[in-house]
């Protein structure tokens, strides 16, 4: 069992910046894919960024103004946004895929990033 705790979110104003950060338990975190995936009310929760080791990939609509990275140290996955927009207002979400198969198999809660304009 893997639990992943997100914190860091809140109100900014549009152009600003936010760190998200998510601790996970677990002994192998080093090993684990992780993620960051957002929801926005009325819409479905959709991918915002991987990191698989030191590995990364991001959607499209975040490319250059998001950074994700991660302290295995302190089992640690960290989501650097910068230049929000009112669009980026969603419940953000960390994931753990533990075997790096595709398939996420641990949730956080989600922490609410609300941008406005």
């Known amino acids: 069992q893997v639990q992943l705790v997100e914190s860091g979110g809140g109100l900014v104003q549009a152009g600003g910046s936010l760190r998200l950060s998510c601790v996970a338990s677990g002994r192998t975190f080093s090993s684990y894919q992780m993620g960051w995936f957002r929801q926005a009310p009325g819409k479905e929760r959709e991918f915002v960024c991987t990191i698989r080791r030191s590995d990364t990939y991001y959607a499209p609509s975040v490319k250059g103004r998001f950074t994700i990275s991660r302290d295995n140290d302190k089992n640690t996955e960290y989501l650097q946004m910068h230049s929000l927009k009112p669009e980026d207002t969603a419940v953000y979400y960390c994931?753990?895929?533990?075997?790096?198969?595709?398939?996420?198999?641990?949730w956080g809660r989600g922490t609410q990033v609300t941008v406005s304009s």
């Open positions: 994931a753990a895929d533990l075997d790096s198969m595709g398939s996420w198999d641990y």
